[in-house]
Nanobody, 119 residues
Framework: QVKLVESGGGLVQAGGSLRLSCAAS????????MGWFRQAPGKEREFVAR????????SYAESVKGRFTISRDNANNTVYLQMNSLKPEDTAVYYC????????????WGQGTQVTVSS
């Protein structure tokens, strides 16, 4: 089990930006795909973005495409989620997760960080 710790959440006005970070304890971080998910009150957790082990391939939910950017720094075992043009509907707890390369399921999860976007 990889330990993941998110940071960077907070309260921001609509149209603003935040950058989330997720630090991993795993020394073989570069062999893991990383993902961001979110869960809004009363809703199921949903996929936001993911990045493969090398950083060469990314994918995004349609709702955040063009506004959010996922990136990673394998030298520092950290993955980021840059969130621009935030909307009130982006309000949620954001979770970082990882899966070993070439596997399907995200198996380790962080505790989450709250993002609140006011209108």
């Amino acid at each position: 089990q990889v330990k993941l710790v998110e940071s960077g959440g907070g309260l921001v006005q609509a149209g603003g930006s935040l950058r989330l970070s997720c630090a991993a304890s795993e020394r073989t971080f570069s062999t893991y795909d990383m993902g961001w998910f979110r869960q809004a009150p009363g809703k199921e957790r949903e996929f936001v973005a993911r990045i493969n082990w090398s950083g060469g391939r990314t994918s995004y939910a349609e709702s955040v495409k063009g506004r959010f950017t996922i990136s990673r720094d394998n030298a520092n075992n950290t993955v980021y989620l840059q969130m621009n043009s935030l909307k009130p509907e982006d309000t949620a707890v954001y979770y970082c997760a990882c899966r070993p390369m070439y596997t399907a399921d995200f198996s380790s999860w962080g505790q989450g960080t709250q993002v609140t976007v006011s209108s």
